[in-house]
């Protein structure tokens, strides 16, 4: 009798419970467990890229001056937009042209000079947790070249004993060669120009004494003129008292080019210059000093022609003294 009573309390006990707490913790109840990882994949942050972009495609308006460019709409749903990347078909690096905000639209426009370049185009998609896909395949444009190159700067000229060297700073714009024009100061150039590839010219044919003025003109790969440069002047000196450098030699040694030759007795307290056809093939240009003690100079080039000039007390040089090493 007394268990019974003791069964029948329990079960009006967890009744009057059910019945306090009502359904809500009754439906609580039958949810299922969330474990913590679970809540963890949830919040973790989308890190998937979208798709390459496809379809790409590419023309330039020689009118508008600019590139127009397309490409097919990517099918991600989080999709945010699309980044256009541009380079020079030379470099390997991409510049941002789009902006900052992904474009929404599958096509744009990019204003480009007619200079004549080769540009690559890509495009990539994003997302809007900021995931950018790989890149499209390329699309080449060639810009027409209607713009003339820039006006050679910067002109500098020196005269030595082998002609005088004339420097200039390269002009913009796919320059083929410049013009290097030279005649008495107030004269004329009757001879015509001589043609250079590079940014610097020696002129063997300057008189001595005689000051000569240089101008410069670029010349690019369309046939277009730069106009002429600012004019200097330079003079060719006649050698010094200094006796030319004799037995002259040049030989590989394993660490570039050794120049050597006999000095003179009794010029102790004379110097002797090195000149090279580098850097530019086109000028001399002064590699080293040495004295009479070595008669010897190391130069850390491959090779090429070299000419060494003896200078006397007054800093005037000699003729030059012609050696070659290939």
């Not at 100061?185 to 001879?191: C, E, H, I, R, T």
């Amino acid at each position: 009798m007394t268990l019974r009573r003791s069964v029948r309390a329990t079960v009006m006990v967890a009744l009057g419970i059910a019945l306090l707490l009502g359904p809500a913790t009754t439906a609580a109840s039958a949810m299922p467990h969330l474990h913590s990882d679970d809540g963890q994949r949830a919040a973790q942050a989308d890190d998937s890229a979208p798709a390459a972009p496809t379809g790409l495609q590419a023309s330039y308006d020689p009118a508008a001056q600019s590139t127009t460019v397309s490409w097919d709409p990517n099918t991600e749903p989080d999709l945010a937009g699309y980044r256009l990347y541009r380079r020079l078909a030379e470099s390997e690096e991409w510049t941002l042209v789009s902006g900052a905000t992904p474009l929404t639209a599958t096509f744009t426009t990019d204003p480009l000079p007619p200079t004549g370049d080769v540009y690559a185009y890509a495009v990539r998609a994003v997302d809007q947790a900021g995931n950018e896909s790989e890149g499209s395949y390329d699309w080449y444009i060639e810009t027409p070249d209607t713009s003339p190159p820039s006006v050679p700067a910067d002109l500098t000229a020196r005269g030595t004993t082998a002609g005088n060297t004339v420097r200039w700073h390269a002009s913009s714009d796919h320059v083929d060669h410049y013009e290097v024009w030279a005649a008495p100061a107030g004269g004329q150039d009757l001879d015509g120009p001589d043609e250079v590839r590079g940014t610097a010219y020696t002129d063997p044919r300057a008189p001595q004494d005689v000051a000569v003025t240089y101008t410069v003109e670029a010349v690019d790969t369309s046939g277009q003129r730069s106009g002429v440069s600012a004019a200097v002047n330079a003079t060719r000196p006649a050698p010094g008292t200094a006796p030319k450098p004799s037995a002259l030699r040049a030989r590989h040694d394993g660490n570039g080019v050794l120049i050597s030759w006999d000095g003179h007795s009794g010029d102790m307290g004379q110097s002797y210059r090195v000149y090279a056809q580098y850097p530019d093939p086109y000028a001399w240009s002064l590699l080293a000093t040495s004295y009479p003690r070595n008669g010897e100079v190391r130069i850390p080039e491959a090779g090429g022609l070299f000419y060494v000039v003896s200078v006397d007390d007054e800093s005037r040089e000699s003729a030059p003294v012609y050696v070659g090493a290939y």
